[in-house]
């Protein structure tokens, strides 16, 4: 089973900058099956980005992601009131159970 | 969409049905999931059926005491869960996959997610 370990734990940032956040895999991710989640308070996790760069439907640019094999990273340019959440990442290239990270809390500064 | 329901607070051993309705694309032909998260946690993989429901994946967690099944005519996923425990607490999340298995090389990520039905298990 891969383990996800997500960095930091909690980022405290401003309206405006820009954010990055880490994901680093136990192994090799396999193509890269990697997605990134959104999760406000009290709502259901939102898929952003998959296969380690590709944004998901109506995902504004800001969201980008990188990375392969082991690291990667997803980055938001200038901070909403809105996009201070939680963010999971998640593999799905190994076989069953698909894992996640334990989360990044972006809080605002 | 997803639209979860079934959650409520049940005893320790207790049991208890979750379902999930979906509209808006071909439920019979996609790979569906149970994703949960315990309070003030992160997210957990339960179980996982195939399109066909002939195909089901369980996390050791929950193997032997929880069922999924799906019913392709009305739409809906359903957990079946049995001998629950004060660690089965969390909101369950319906998730669909994106392909008919679960199957290594297909890219599953999950898209999109139920609203979420909260289970406590409290004596």
């Known amino acids: 089973e891969i383990v996800l370990t997500q960095s930091p734990g909690t980022l405290s940032l401003s309206p405006g900058e820009r954010a990055t956040l880490a994901c680093r895999a136990s192994?090799?991710?396999?193509?890269?099956?990697l997605a990134w989640y959104q999760q406000r308070p009290g709502q259901a996790p939102r898929l952003l980005i998959f296969?380690?760069?590709r944004r998901a439907t109506g995902i504004p640019d800001k969201f980008s992601g990188s990375g392969s094999g082991t690291d990667f990273t997803l980055t938001i340019s200038s901070l909403e009131p809105e996009d201070f959440a939680v963010y999971y990442c998640?593999?799905?290239?190994?076989?069953?159970?698909?894992?996640f990270g334990q989360g990044t809390k972006l809080e605002i500064k | 969409q997803l639209v979860d329901s079934g959650g409520g607070l049940v005893k320790p051993g207790g049991s208890l049905r979750l379902s999930c309705a979906a509209s808006?694309?071909?439920?019979?032909?996609?790979?569906m999931s149970w994703v949960r998260q315990a309070p003030g946690k992160g997210l957990e993989w339960v179980s996982g059926i195939s399109d066909s429901g002939d195909t089901t994946h369980y996390a050791d967690s929950v193997k032997g005491r929880f069922t999924i099944s799906r019913d392709n005519s009305n739409s809906s996923l359903y957990l079946q869960m049995n001998s629950l425990r004060a660690e089965d607490t969390a909101v369950y999340y319906c998730?669909?996959?994106?392909?008919?298995?679960?199957?290594?090389?297909?890219?599953?990520?999950?898209?999109?997610w139920g609203q979420g039905t909260l289970v406590s298990v409290s004596s």
């Open positions: 998730v669909k996959a994106q392909y008919y298995d679960y199957i290594w090389g297909l890219p599953n990520w999950f898209d999109p």
């Open positions: 192994q090799t991710v396999n193509s890269n099956y």
């Open positions: 998640q593999q799905y290239g190994d076989s069953l159970p698909y894992t």
């Open positions: 296969g380690a760069s």
């Open positions: 808006g694309f071909p439920f019979s032909n996609f790979a």
